[in-house]
């Protein structure tokens, strides 16, 4: 196939349509999806699917699941339809997702999760992921390290149902709950991983809590919105900390806005996803492991330099 003929063939099943992944001729196409682009760590990983699929010299058809369930299900059920050979998907939700990658399983597609992995359903090819439950840990040590002598502690969870909420929850805890006595989380909530609800949120707590010491938050968004309730509350020396080393994140790490963030590396994880998937698709190749998970950092002032997307930063 000549590449117009190829262009020619990128028409819309449903909302979808096949991106072709440079001047060439693919011989497969695969479906990359991500649970809302209204989130930057989500355009970024995107983009990074994107950059390994052409590297691969792969179709693409992207999936934008516009924060919802249903929408990202269809988009799965249209691709099939239009015969991809495999699929990268970080899905919004661990468990509604479920049926829609089993069907993608059964009709002998691979499925390769990033991010948030998908239990219950057998046959998936592989997972490449952060482990969220180290990075949460290492939010709460980073708090240790800063308050020695123990800290007043405000905790803004992730979306509910989400499995990168689910395991950094789970990451703060196991540090900070055998050490209440010293540090003590007097106000926890979900702020479903937005900055505008992160902010009404933090400022109901100030209200009903006075300052705290820190506030740790399961992303950047959430952590950019609490450092606006406290500014605006003219609070100062809260230490923040924030998850996903966003670049507007890392300006504000660099200005002293967040204390802290933490890098996941969510680009490599998009493209060790292609990449497996892509080999299992053309070759039939099984990746060297099932379950490949990165281990986080938390970036301060002293060690932005390691942040994957530094150069975004200006």
Same mark, same amino acid.
């Given at each position: 196939m000549n590449r117009r003929s190829f262009l020619k063939s990128t028409v819309a099943v449903g909302a979808l349509a096949i991106v072709p992944s440079g001047a060439f001729a693919a011989d497969i196409t695969i479906l990359g999806s991500v649970p809302s682009l209204s989130f930057p760590f989500f355009v970024h990983m995107l983009n990074q699917i994107k950059v390994e699929a052409e590297a691969q010299k792969v179709g693409l058809i992207e999936s934008d699941g516009q924060?919802?369930?249903?929408k990202q299900t269809g988009d799965i059920e249209a691709? #099939?339809?239009q015969g991809v050979k495999a699929i990268v998907i970080s899905p919004l939700d661990v468990n509604a997702l479920a049926p829609a990658v089993e069907q993608a399983v059964q009709a002998g597609v691979p499925v390769v999760t990033i991010d948030r992995r998908v239990d219950g359903v057998e046959g998936i090819l592989a997972h490449v992921g952060a482990d969220n439950t180290k990075g949460g840990e290492a939010q709460a040590n980073a708090i240790i390290a800063a308050f020695p002598d123990g800290a007043k502690i405000f905790h803004l969870q992730g979306q509910p149902g989400a499995g990168p909420a689910i395991d950094r929850n789970k990451g703060v805890h196991d540090i900070l709950d055998p050490l209440k006595d010293k540090y003590q989380i007097v106000f926890e909530q979900t702020a479903n991983f937005a900055r505008a609800e992160a902010l009404s949120v933090t400022e109901a707590g100030l209200t009903a809590n006075g300052k705290p010491d820190v506030i740790v938050c399961a992303n950047d968004?959430?952590? #950019?919105?609490?450092?606006e309730a406290v500014a605006s509350a003219g609070m100062k020396d809260v230490k923040i900390y924030g998850f996903d080393a966003l670049p507007e994140a890392l300006v504000a790490v660099r200005d002293g806005v967040l204390a802290g963030t933490v890098e996941q590396f969510p680009g490599e994880q998009a493209r060790t996803a292609v990449r497996i998937a892509v080999a299992k698709a053309r070759d039939g190749k099984d990746p060297e492991q099932a379950l490949v998970l990165l281990t986080p950092?938390? #970036?301060?002032?002293e060690n932005l330099d390691k942040a994957e997307r530094i150069g975004e930063t200006g």
């Open positions: 924060n919802s369930a249903p691709a #099939l339809v968004d959430m952590a #950019l919105g609490a450092a950092i938390v #970036l301060t002032k």
